[in-house]
């Protein structure tokens, strides 16, 4: 009797069951009738290490969801660190954006573990039309395919100086050697009654922790004939500053702050410090011309080459294209190659630099609306001549190389022993060397030749 | 009936004590499981696989792990970073646990007594406890800016010169010693007062009969009595100051900020090794031995406690 009242009552739940179902079902179909057809929208998720690229990334969504209504955007920045971080975390494990700009230390380890997918056919023959150069174009090639679209220019350094600063101290023309440089330098220093410097004549990294600093050091490795590594005829590295070109370019650091006392690590420093007038002269990207626009627009500088290391050396410039990928594991992968398309065309690349400062790496971009507003720009989209560049190299561990490499540069700028004394640099140098060696062979790069 | 054995004569498990109803026993398990269960996914549960991460070699992305034994390990103790990090921490440590209990002492002391002003005093102290720590981390930047620092200015009204705070490597890991203290000294105090408070009145007024001057009641009877929280104070001040980073990472961010490797601690190395470099099996290995580390300092803790006791 019991189980006949549990059956009637399951029978009863059955029934309730499928009668709500069929009235639900019922009710989506006619629901879905009674409205228009209408197309699924797609949410490209973009993220970014640069927040100062964020107004810039949603200008460019804005005008392409007014061609494509059916496309919307979420963009989301943060610091360039703690973007490196998400991104390894999440782009393994599927949960990444479908858009992000990186530096390649990172997406090379994404290209290693098979998660960015090589360009479409449509996107390696756009990257190759000609719009960028061949090295721009070489550096987003990994074993013969291309990853990625350049989206900027992530270094190109050039010289800023403050012309009001040079005319007070008579001088006419920005530096072109480092020894004029050092000469001008010590006419723009500036101590107060104590002794204690006021402002730089050279505002050099010579602080903090991280691979910027050896980055920076780079400007004058190269421009001194060195580098931190150097490819052999085999494929694999080995450093390349154990040598007269590299003792010559930290002696000058040391110099300069030991020495000629035209630099201290105790003054303010870095774009900071050139937009307040503490310092005179300043190795630094396009992007601090939009720190003066937005800080000091009454600033009178002008932007030159980074000196030659003496007048018969060529004129060094480092090129850093940075390049923005579609994840591998992003299920709009169609949409985001068309927007990428759309964010690299030669309207936005304009756009990008007038708007940020960071100069597109397009090579057919019309500068001259730029140029007549912001001719400070020159150098970095017109660069003279006569400029050698150099290039990142695409290494699993060239962070750690340059990072670990910084840790040993704070310490030597600063080191007064190191003063008057090559045998001392040179054994610093040396040791310098041996760790850049060791990371290599850690990581199966190293070859002696 | 020895203790451990039931009424019914069978020998009680752990999990369930003797003369306690099974129901109530089982409740309360079933009452705990949640967040038993949800301390084990969160806490145990990466603790386990950071162990068993420290004997692969695995970059954070790649999908392969190749199982390396004590490699890992093998390679820390010939890590300059990690011996220095390991050096700068032993110091960080030392001097802020020290510092920080050897001035909350006689500060909670001083405010025990009664006084209209006793509690604005400890909400003074106890601010920065509260405080977040990068706000704090980027103000104490300011503060030790060697042109504009305020620091500097109050030196400067002692005719005491302007000290590089930050960018000199011999002084930048003191900077840090001394947010450090800042920081922890009100936590100190406020556990010390309640300790203090805890003291019966009656012990005080017998020592004073007996013709105890303050530094005798002090030295024989409040900090005999203090001793379990001179304890406790002791084991989580050690903990915490093994897992400095916050300041670290942001007093070390920029061009006007301290050399890393004069501030280098064990933390920042791991987050340096697994987050940066991708390292992630030699960055397990080294959050193995931080964790052994402080392990091994409270046990040695706890032992010196309660030798004293015996």
């Not at chain 1, 010289?159 to 006419?187: D, Q, R, W």
Request: with cysteine; proline share 5%.
């Amino acid at each position: 009797m019991i189980k006949d009242h549990a059956e009637a009552a399951t029978l009863g739940r059955r029934s309730a069951l499928k009668l709500a179902a069929g009235a639900g079902l019922a009710g989506a179909g006619a629901f879905a009738a009674a409205r228009p057809a209408r197309a699924a929208t797609t949410t490209l998720s973009i993220w970014t290490g640069f927040p100062e690229l964020q107004p810039f990334y949603q200008a460019v969504a804005d005008a392409y969801s007014k061609l494509h209504p059916d496309v919307k955007f979420t963009i989301f920045a943060t610091s360039l660190r703690e973007c490196e971080q998400k991104l390894s975390a999440a782009v393994p494990t599927g949960t990444g954006p479908d858009l992000f700009d990186i530096g390649t230390n990172i997406s090379v380890n994404f290209v290693d573990g098979g998660l960015l997918d090589p360009n479409p056919p449509e996107i390696d023959q756009y990257l190759k039309s000609g719009a960028w150069n061949t090295h721009v174009v070489d550096f987003s090639t990994i074993d013969g395919k291309t990853y990625g679209l350049p989206l900027m220019e992530g270094s190109r350094a050039s010289m800023y100086y403050n012309k009001s600063l040079f005319k007070a101290a008579g001088i006419a023309e920005p530096p072109a050697t480092f020894a004029e440089l050092v000469a001008a330098a010590e006419k723009l220093v500036k101590f107060d009654a104590s002794g204690k410097m006021t402002r730089s004549g050279i505002s050099l990294r010579l602080s903090g922790q991280g691979s910027g600093i050896t980055e920076k050091y780079r400007y004058l490795l190269e421009a001194a004939d060195a580098s931190v590594i150097v490819k052999t005829p085999g494929g694999k590295y080995h450093n390349n500053f154990d040598n007269d070109a590299g003792r010559s370019a930290l002696q000058f650091v040391v110099d300069v702050v030991q020495k000629y006392k035209i630099d201290d690590p105790k003054v303010q420093h870095d774009a900071d410090a050139f937009v307040a007038g503490n310092t005179a002269m300043l190795f630094r990207e396009a992007w601090v011309i939009g720190e003066i626009q937005e800080k000091n627009k009454s600033l009178d500088y002008g932007v030159a080459p980074i000196p030659k290391w003496t007048a018969a050396s060529p004129h060094k410039m480092l090129l850093q294209p940075w390049l923005i990928y579609v994840n591998g594991k992003s299920g709009n992968k169609a949409a985001s190659w068309d927007f990428l398309k759309f964010l690299t065309n030669q309207e936005n690349s304009l756009r990008l630099t007038s708007m940020t400062g960071w100069v597109s790496e397009r090579a057919d971009v019309d500068w001259k609306p730029l140029l007549e507003t912001t001719p400070q720009f020159a150098v970095f989209v017109d660069p003279p001549k006569d400029i050698s560049f150099y290039v990142e190299p695409i290494l699993t561990p060239w962070d750690e190389i340059q990072s670990k490499m910084a840790d040993k540069l704070t310490a030597a700028f600063i080191n007064p022993t190191l003063s008057g004394n090559p045998a001392k640099l040179a054994e610093a140098v040396h040791e310098m060397a041996v760790q850049t060696d060791q990371l290599l062979k850690d990581a199966d790069l190293y070859a002696a030749s | 009936m020895s203790a451990g054995y039931s009424s019914a004569g069978q020998r009680a498990r752990w999990w369930l004590p003797a003369a306690v109803d099974w129901r109530i026993t089982l409740f309360c398990y079933m009452t705990l499981a949640p967040v038993l269960a949800l301390f084990a996914y969160v806490r145990v549960y990466p603790i386990a696989w950071s162990v068993v991460l420290s004997f692969y070699r695995w970059n954070l992305i790649r999908p392969q792990k190749p199982f390396i034994g004590f490699t890992n390990y093998l390679n820390l103790l010939a890590d300059d970073n990690f011996l220095l990090a390991l050096k700068n921490t032993a110091i960080y440590s030392l001097a802020t646990v020290g510092l920080s209990t050897v001035l909350a002492l006689p500060l909670a002391v001083f405010l025990a007594r009664k006084s209209r002003l006793s509690a604005f005093y400890q909400t003074v102290y106890f601010l920065p406890v509260i405080t977040p720590m990068v706000p704090m981390a980027i103000a104490w930047k300011w503060i030790y800016d060697y042109n504009y620092g305020i620091l500097n200015y109050a030196l400067s009204l002692f005719g005491i010169g302007a000290v590089p705070w930050l960018t000199d490597p011999r002084i930048a890991l003191w900077a840090l010693i001394i947010m450090g203290v800042w920081k922890v000294l009100g936590y100190n105090l406020i556990l010390f007062l309640v300790g203090i408070r805890n003291i019966p009145e009656s012990y005080m007024e017998a020592a004073s009969l007996d013709g105890a001057s303050a530094w005798q009641r002090f030295w024989r009877v409040t900090l005999p009595l203090l001793k379990p929280i001179l304890l406790y104070v002791l084991v989580t001040a050690t903990i915490n100051s093994f897992n400095v980073f916050t300041q670290v990472y942001v007093m070390t961010l920029g061009s006007q900020a301290a050399p890393g490797q004069a501030v280098r601690v064990l933390v920042f190395d791991i987050y340096q090794n697994g987050f940066q470099y991708l390292k992630m099996g030699y960055a397990s290995a080294e959050a193995v031995i931080l964790t052994l580390i402080v392990l091994g300092f409270t046990l040695i803790q706890f032992r010196f406690a309660r030798a004293q006791e015996e």
